[in-house]
């Protein structure tokens, strides 16, 4: 068990807790949750050994096996398989100890390490650590792929692999959603949900939380507290007890009949659709819980589009891709006001090239595309963040968007976003993720666009600013298509679900469950192909399949090529780009005297980002151009 006594910890001057006296028993499995900064990851630096407490005390169990994720991955020539196998250290050191025992010809030995690496199911390992790179996205073939070719958001898989793999007696996970599409996600929720030690996970995705954990540890105002249930007995609790604050009790009902209208408004014309259903159950839970949100510092609404034309964008059999190569064919799609799709469909599918192709970034390989021309697109991926003008505050960006209002009701306007005071006129350098995130959204909702495109727009948001998002979205008046692993947003926004897979997008008659049945029907459907294919190893399906597979390697030998070397490319620049945040992050650099060498800085960036934007993009087509090959 994990037993905290009194403990407080500090970081500078800032208190992060104290007094927090609980236990953690083996086996437990247990969120972490609150705002951003209040200590999340610091709690688990102490239980890792890397910060040590101010005050009070931590007591581990003596020999315990902690595993977490790394953040950085070295850029090794190792195979993503063999990769993963290093999380098992017992087994690495025994197979160093085997090797070395066969050189020598000790028998005795021998015996003794195969009977342990057996005791461990070390013969296993290799199909157990394919099956945990399987279920985060990887093909057959990526398995013997150097890890120094993949870029850095799946070298976080296989980061979060190698943890997995770790025969570990307490496992901690910060975020492990963030760089995980909706497939692994619900892969990972249920790995987890089998994992038998100690789990220990930051999140912000509630429906990850509910069907995982069984506790809650909430960080709020220097203290921490402990709930018994999941996320959505923590948040019921927090509303009961707030709901007993006679100071709270006016915006509590405020929130309430927000949200009720929104469940009423949808009840009178919810059809018998499932998603239609779903999404009323949502917002009914979502009014319930209101008042434990009643003092979030986000607040916002998308104003009314100045135009909404009857439709906004039509696809008639049009086809999607990179240079010649297509993604996605015969795509028809029709697009008006009020239409709230959900894209699903596994990594690579072709979800965000059909954003893409909705956002304008994209032209159509084949078919017609029509928009209309009062269309105002409000575009929102991940890319953007770093587009952002590191040197210009949020104050200065959302002025350049509208020159002629007022500072203070831009302020204003800024401080529903969370951004007040100073941090308004703040640069964004130093900015989180999560700030940054914030900031994007801010200027999108600004625009007043009759089509948003939103690919992944949770990412890095904390718990409340995401209900926030919720919230805004379900009076949102224009036409919107997402892509997202947060179910709960994807339950309380979206009416319509579209399945994008082998290379076709279609409507998907179903909810989120169905989707999970979906996922295992076509699990076990490949298992069955890959059964059948084993049958037929007959000598001469065998020499034509090594004929076939020659002619295909040679077939794909410069491209893969090409590949390897913008993914190299890659690493380089991200590298100079995180020296370079580093660098901007430091106060110092603000300072008048150091005016020319900030500008210099800012120069250096603004080329690294440009180029880093083009390798991706250049990157990017060659990899689904690789993929369609394939």
Known sequence: MLRFTDLGLRRGPRLLFEQASFTIHAGDKVGITGANGCGKSSLFSLIRGELHADTGDLSLPPGVNIAHVAQQTPAVATAALDYVLDGDQELRQLQARLAAAER????????????????????????????LLHGLGFSQEQLAVPVKSFSGGWRMRLNLAQALMCRSDILLLDEPTNHLDLDAVLWLEEWLRQYGGTLLLISHDRDFLDRVVKRIVHIEQAKIQIYNGNYSEFENRCAERLAQQQAAYERQQREISHIQAFVDRFRAKASKAKQAQSRLKTLEKMRRIAPAHVDSPFHFDFPPPQKLPHTLLQLDEVAAGYETTPIINHVSLDL????????????????STLI??????????????????????????????????????????????DPAASEQSLRDFLGNFGFQGEQATAAVAPFSG??????????LVYQRPNLLLLDEPTNHLDVEMRLALSLALQEYQGAMVIVSHDRHLLRSVTDQFYLVH????????????????????????????????????????????????AEKRQRLQPLRKEVQQLEKALTTLERQKME????????????????????????????????????????????EELEAMR
Do not use: C
């Not at 000790?106 to 013969?123: E, M, N, P, T, V």
């Not at 997008?505 to 469950?513: H, I, P, Q, S």
């Not at 999970?516 to 084993?534: S, T």
């Open 104 to 131: 020598h010809n000790d028998g005795s030995q021998l015996a003794g390490l195969h009977a342990r690496i057996d005791a461990i199911d070390g013969y296993t390992a290799p199909a157990r650590a394919a099956r």
């Open 356 to 401: 893409k192709l909705l956002a304008g970034e994209l032209a159509p390989l084949s078919g017609k595309l029509e928009t209309s021309k009062y269309i105002k697109t409000g575009y929102f991926a991940q890319h953007q963040l770093e587009q952002l003008r590191h040197d210009e505050s949020p104050l200065t960006h959302i002025q350049r968007l």
């Open 434 to 443: 999560g700030e940054k995130a914030r900031l994007v959204l801010a200027l």
């Open 336 to 351: 008006r006001p009020g239409n709230r799709f959900g894209l699903l469909g596994p990594n690579g599918a072709g979800k």
């Open 502 to 549: 082998d290379g076709k997008v279609t409507a998907f008659d179903g909810d989120l469950e169905d989707y999970r049945d979906y996922l295992r029907q076509h699990e076990k459907g490949q298992e069955n192909m890959h059964a059948a294919a084993d049958t037929e190893h007959t000598a001469a399906a065998r020499k034509q399949q090594r004929r076939d597979a």
């Open 580 to 623: 370079l945040q580093q660098r901007l992050a430091d106060p110092d650099i603000y300072a008048e005297n150091r005016k020319q060498q900030l500008n210099a800085l800012l120069l250096e960036q603004t080329e690294v980002l440009r180029q880093l934007k083009q390798t991706e993009e250049n990157w990017l087509l060659k990899s």
